[in-house]
């Protein structure tokens, strides 16, 4: 198994350092998963969020029973892009 210590010798830099870009990089990659997944529902619907669907629903555009579901996974999603981009912006004020 590859070591932490040993891919930081052979780029020359720290344990710490190394370890802060990994943690940055998993961050990214499931921000980017998630906003791919957010971006398919949001263009399924032709909107920009939630709340532009919630404006459908409520102007009679969209039926409640056919899209609710997807209504809360865009929920989701968005609130997990929040709490990722959160921690990007944590990370880097570090």
Same mark, same amino acid.
């Given at each position: 198994?590859?070591?932490v210590q040993r891919v930081a010798?052979?780029?020359k830099i720290s344990t710490d350092? *190394? #370890?802060q870009k990994s943690v940055n990089l998993f961050v990214q990659q499931? *921000? #980017?998963k998630v906003e791919a997944e957010l971006f398919r529902y949001l263009k399924k619907y032709g909107i920009?969020?939630?709340f532009e669907m919630d404006e459908k629903l409520k102007?009679?555009?969209l039926r409640e029973n056919d899209v609710i579901d997807d209504f809360f996974a865009i929920d989701h999603l968005e609130s997990e892009r929040e709490r990722l981009s959160n921690l990007l912006k944590e990370s880097t004020n570090d």
């Open positions: 198994m590859l070591s010798n052979e780029f350092e *190394l #370890i499931q *921000l #980017i920009k969020n939630v102007n009679g555009s």
